[in-house]
């Protein structure tokens, strides 16, 4: 909603502990024009316990999906925000394919 999910830390251990364990925050000022109404639509899908999580039908009368009462103001920095978190994903990618690469072409100088 606001341009990067919000788990986030460099330390890929740690950032999976996290998703385990539920344990999110979402950090001003990135969220501060994110209505209370679509936090609380995450907070009832970032829930360690499947069953305690909405279904497709709680999911979908969700007010915020609904859209009865959701407020309808533009988020300016979301676009900036989604093309930098990207940006940063395809960064990491081409990295891990060079390492491959490279440790591919050393497998292949040993035989």
């Not at 344990?23 to 899908?45: C, G, N, Q």
């Not at 900036?80 to 990618?93: L, Q």
Request: aromatic share 12%; net charge positive.
């Amino acid at each position: 909603m606001c341009g990067f999910p919000p788990f986030y830390e460099e330390n890929n251990q740690k950032l999976f502990d996290m998703i385990k364990s539920c344990t999110y925050e979402f950090p001003s000022p990135y969220f501060d024009e994110i209505s209370d109404m679509a936090k609380d639509l995450i907070r009832s899908l970032l829930v360690a316990d499947p069953k305690a999580r909405p279904d497709a039908d709680a999911l979908l009368s969700h007010p915020w999906i609904m859209g009865d009462k959701t407020p309808r103001k533009m988020l300016p920095t979301v676009l900036t925000k989604m093309k930098e978190y990207n940006a940063k994903r395809r960064f990491k990618k081409a990295g891990y394919l060079i390492i491959a690469a490279h440790r591919f072409r050393n497998i292949l100088k040993i035989k």
